[in-house]
């Protein structure tokens, strides 16, 4: 029997493998035991068993020949299924992609199999990273670990449950708007995402190309800088990656003299105005004892909370509508089986059938907010708003450390309970789109889970590049 710890470090699991305390194998055996016996969580849309038992057994000869292990080798990693990974299927969790198999790596997955990790499977998220709810998959929902009967935010949620039931050690997601943050937060766990251009997007399939950027899910900060250590730098096939040599960002403060943070919390966010009261009051007594760990809480006015939303919107939906162009079934994508004597109605029937709803409606939001007469009304004002909205973050981190938002202002939700109001499922974004408006690192630290089951979370947002920060902020709290 694999102790549940070693599932949920991989720091522990490379020190008991090394020392003969358990097998490699029978720790991937354990994962994909709790894999199948969560099967009914629909987490997995594929799980790679034969190839993880082949790559254990590799794992467990070299450390019985006394062979160095590889800096990733003990590492059992999951991949959200918008995330290529050479000879497997990439369908982002929709029919239109049905057939889709990749030829190539993701550069994160190159990085990560090159230094010895073992990836476990690809996990059901909504389709083309498009919901907060993991509903909009065309492989059904996935269900929270906590409770069935609740969702586990999306569109990551089938990255989170892995984690939370153990059945990896990290998960990559992908974060478009907070699609790691908030199902990390439904499901008591961490959610990292990182400065855009700090990990390539290079085999990701893009949704809104300026907003995406992959992210880590995990049990705890070690293994999540770990991760990032080894997937981050520059990439010749990703021009929006960050060109600044490599730097490892997950060391923390290690003096035993912590430096004193100043963080900001927003004025009016943390009230009844914008959160449930189940997410309000635990909130506020987090903020209460931030000051006796030697950090300084200051609020400061913000004058573009309602712009968040209608901007973000605006403008993935144009980039959605323009990326997700492609997949007509002539250049790519799924190829109605019906016959046609016009290629108009052959490409019209190709997108109705391989689309689903959620993914229609932003692809016709995003079309009417790019076409002739509404540019300049809509989109071009909505560039103009991301640009005041990133001026006001960064002169606010000119003088903080952190700013402290709420994931989220609800606790999960019910399945089905949003998955009928688009809007209200918009609006439920709110305190997550900021950081990728921004381009800035964040992160979502599970505060605890409450009586029944249904956990809450409070992110951080740093500065451009800042990573460092919220590595060291999870040491405080």
């Not at 038992?53 to 590799?58: D, G, N, P, R």
């Not at 062979?67 to 239109?96: Q, R, W």
């Not at 984690?163 to 997601?173: E, R, S, Y």
Request: charged residues 20%; contains cysteine; glycine residues 8%.
């Amino acid at each position: 029997m694999v102790e549940e710890s070693l599932l949920r470090s991989i720091g522990q699991t490379r020190t008991a493998i090394i020392n003969g305390e358990v097998t490699m194998i029978e720790l991937v055996n354990t994962f994909l035991s709790n894999a199948e016996r969560n099967s009914h969580h629909n987490i997995y849309v594929e799980l790679f068993d034969e190839e993880a038992i082949a790559q254990a057994k590799e794992i467990d000869n070299k450390i019985s020949k006394g062979e160095t292990l590889l800096p990733l080798e003990g590492a059992v990693i999951s991949i959200k299924d918008n995330i290529c990974y050479k000879d497997h299927t990439c369908t982002a969790g929709s029919f239109m992609l049905e057939n889709f198999k990749s030829s190539y790596h993701s550069t994160a997955c190159d990085r990560l199999v090159s230094l010895g990790a073992l990836i476990i499977g690809r996990t059901n998220c909504d389709e083309f990273g498009m919901g907060s709810t993991n509903e909009n998959s065309h492989y059904g929902p996935t269900k929270n670990g906590f409770d069935e009967s609740l969702v586990p935010g999306g569109s990551s949620g089938g990255a989170a449950v892995s984690v939370q039931l153990a059945c990896c050690h990290v998960a990559l997601g992908s974060d478009t708007g907070g699609s790691v943050r908030q199902p990390a937060a439904f499901c008591g766990i961490y959610g990292f995402k990182p400065t855009y251009g700090r990990i390539s997007r290079w085999g990701l399939v893009s949704y809104a190309s300026s907003f995406d950027q992959i992210g880590i899910l995990g049990n705890n900060v070690s293994d999540i800088s770990l991760i990032l250590d080894h997937i981050a730098g520059p990439d010749e096939f990703d021009s929006t990656c960050l060109s600044r040599p490599y730097e490892k960002f997950g060391q923390g403060n290690t003096s035993k003299d912590k430096p004193k943070l100043k963080v900001a919390i927003l004025e009016s966010i943390f009230s009844k105005e914008y959160l449930d009261e189940e997410v309000l009051e635990p909130s506020l007594e987090f903020l209460d004892k931030l000051p006796s760990q030697g950090i300084e809480v200051h609020s400061e006015a913000f004058d573009y909370l309602d712009y968040l939303v209608p901007c973000y919107y605006i403008l993935t939906t144009a980039e959605s509508s323009s990326n997700l162009s492609r997949y007509d079934g002539i250049r790519y994508g799924h190829q109605s089986k019906d016959t046609f004597d016009d290629y108009k109605d052959f490409i019209k029937t190709n997108r109705t059938e391989g689309f689903g709803l959620e993914v229609k409606r932003r692809i016709i939001s995003g079309t009417y907010v790019l076409s002739e007469g509404y540019f300049d009304l809509y989109f071009r004002k909505a560039q103009q708003v991301r640009n005041l909205i990133k001026e006001a973050i960064d002169s606010l981190l000119q003088k903080y450390d952190l700013i402290l938002l709420p994931t989220s202002a609800t606790l999960p939700y019910k399945l089905n309970a949003l998955h009928a109001d688009p809007i209200k499922m918009y609006n439920s974004d709110i305190f997550t789109v900021l950081s990728n408006l921004c381009g800035n690192p964040s992160m979502n630290y599970p505060l605890y889970t409450i009586s029944d089951k249904k956990s809450i979370g409070i992110q951080a947002i740093s500065g451009f590049g800042d990573e460092a920060t919220l590595f060291d902020f999870a040491e405080y709290i």
